[in-house]
């Protein structure tokens, strides 16, 4: 009988349109907008808290937070799948962001994410993976950069997404992160950054088993004719500077052009930094 009423309830439950809880989750229903805060870390470090740098400590304290608030690590890919009118998103979202491929994500945030199950996009920059691996100067917190088989070891552990953020575009010249040198003509322009990003794929997918499909701009640069050669080439998502959360909703995907990134600065304490942005 209890049996009975319990199938009762789930069906008109279903029949509402309520949300259904699964594994202790609410999920967004297929009309609904979804927010989705992306936060931007860089460098994670004892004692170094800066702009662009974190201690692991304030790293952990941010999951903490985010978990006792109820809030589910993702994938970018879960949210290109979800604009794409597939799969599915939690009701309270979260992407935690490492731009560049320091070292010491894999020697700091790596153990604190696997502690945690906790989800996390990272986006290498491909030059100076190249360099750390051949050159044997890998295992430097402090400066070294991730080597491609600890790209590989951080993709296979299931808890990081690769992207990819140039091979050597990362840069203030010749050329302002992928922007177009003053009177460089499409075509030109169309081969060199083709080439560069071709260059990165290569390596992800010959060292590291990897095809990535979403793109991090360098320094949030970008333009109109950078995302359309970049869609050829196969990305679907596009993480940009811009601050803000993301509101999504299933089957809309023109937000993948331009997700916004919320900078995780060291300056702040977890409690003053999501309060300052109204992540509760």
């Given at each position: 009988?209890?049996?009975?009423?319990?199938?009762?309830?789930?069906?008109?439950?279903?029949?509402?349109?309520?949300?259904?809880?699964?594994?202790?989750?609410?999920?967004?229903?297929?009309?609904?907008?979804?927010?989705?805060?992306?936060?931007?870390?860089?460098?994670?470090?004892?004692?170094?808290?800066?702009?662009?740098?974190?201690?692991?400590?304030?790293?952990?304290?941010?999951?903490?937070?985010?978990?006792?608030?109820?809030?589910?690590?993702?994938?970018?890919?879960?949210?290109?799948?979800?604009?794409?009118?597939?799969?599915?998103?939690?009701?309270?979202?979260?992407?935690?962001?490492?731009?560049?491929?320091?070292?010491?994500?894999?020697?700091?945030?790596?153990?604190?994410?696997?502690?945690?199950n906790f989800k996390a996009n990272l986006n290498v920059i491909g030059a100076f993976s190249q360099f750390s691996t051949s050159s044997g100067d890998s295992d430097h917190p402090e400066y070294s950069y991730l080597t491609w088989d600890e790209i590989k070891t951080l993709h296979e552990s299931g808890l990081f997404e690769i992207g990819n953020h140039t091979y050597k575009m990362h840069d203030y010249s010749p050329r302002f992160g992928i922007s177009k040198k003053k009177g460089e003509d499409e075509e030109s322009y169309k081969n060199a950054l083709s080439a560069d990003i071709k260059k990165l794929e290569d390596y992800l997918s010959t060292k590291c088993g990897i095809t990535a499909e979403v793109f991090a701009y360098p320094f949030g640069e970008y333009n109109d004719d950078g995302e359309k050669i970049l869609r050829q080439m196969g990305y679907k998502a596009f993480l940009t500077c811009n601050e803000g959360i993301n509101n999504v909703k299933k089957g809309d995907s023109k937000v993948l052009s331009h997700l916004k990134r919320i900078n995780r600065t060291g300056k702040l304490s977890s409690k003053e930094f999501f309060e300052k942005y109204g992540i509760d």
């Amino acid at each position: 009988m209890k049996r009975f009423i319990f199938i009762i309830i789930l069906f008109i439950f279903c029949l509402s349109g309520s949300k259904i809880v699964c594994q202790d989750f609410c999920f967004a229903e297929a009309d609904e907008v979804v927010s989705i805060p992306i936060l931007m870390y860089h460098s994670v470090l004892p004692g170094k808290t800066g702009n662009y740098s974190v201690t692991p400590d304030m790293l952990e304290e941010d999951i903490k937070f985010l978990q006792k608030h109820g809030y589910q690590s993702i994938f970018v890919k879960d949210i290109i799948s979800f604009c794409e009118g597939d799969g599915t998103l939690p009701d309270k979202p979260v992407l935690l962001s490492f731009d560049d491929g320091h070292y010491n994500n894999y020697h700091y945030a790596y153990p604190i994410l696997k502690k945690y199950n906790f989800k996390a996009n990272l986006n290498v920059i491909g030059a100076f993976s190249q360099f750390s691996t051949s050159s044997g100067d890998s295992d430097h917190p402090e400066y070294s950069y991730l080597t491609w088989d600890e790209i590989k070891t951080l993709h296979e552990s299931g808890l990081f997404e690769i992207g990819n953020h140039t091979y050597k575009m990362h840069d203030y010249s010749p050329r302002f992160g992928i922007s177009k040198k003053k009177g460089e003509d499409e075509e030109s322009y169309k081969n060199a950054l083709s080439a560069d990003i071709k260059k990165l794929e290569d390596y992800l997918s010959t060292k590291c088993g990897i095809t990535a499909e979403v793109f991090a701009y360098p320094f949030g640069e970008y333009n109109d004719d950078g995302e359309k050669i970049l869609r050829q080439m196969g990305y679907k998502a596009f993480l940009t500077c811009n601050e803000g959360i993301n509101n999504v909703k299933k089957g809309d995907s023109k937000v993948l052009s331009h997700l916004k990134r919320i900078n995780r600065t060291g300056k702040l304490s977890s409690k003053e930094f999501f309060e300052k942005y109204g992540i509760d």
